[in-house]
């Protein structure tokens, strides 16, 4: 499944833990609510990233070795991540919470790509 890193973090119950002397508690709440923005927005990132892959191997369009080469990632973590989006759109699909498949079915089918991974 996906990495807990990609989840957002809910930033509503962020307290510092510890205050220095001299050091306004709002400016600490402050900071942790920049970071926390910081770290939900990569999680949104890799998730664009990773549907985007999803999207176009879904396609057919583009190889999985040319989306390595293009994100700078390992053909096994490209894998990966194809399989994890699957996982993901087949549960979403099984749960009816969301149209998991965006218009973009294909032969390939949410489950289909595993024949490329060995499955």
Not at 67 to 93: C, F, H, P, W
């Amino acid at each position: 499944m996906a990495r807990t890193r990609r989840h957002a973090f809910v930033d509503a119950v962020l307290e510092p833990a510890r205050t220095p002397p001299g050091i306004e508690r709002e400016r600490q709440t402050e900071a942790m609510r920049q970071l926390c923005g910081l770290a939900n927005s990569i999680a949104s990132a890799y998730l664009a990233r990773d549907d985007r892959i999803f999207a176009l191997v879904l396609g057919g369009s583009l190889s999985r070795a040319d989306i390595a080469r293009a994100t700078g990632l390992n053909k096994t973590r490209v894998d990966q991540i194809i399989r994890d989006m699957s996982e993901r759109y087949t549960a979403l699909r099984a749960d009816g919470t969301e149209n998991a498949g965006h218009g973009r079915e294909t032969a390939y089918g949410a489950g289909g790509s595993a024949r490329h991974m060995g499955a």
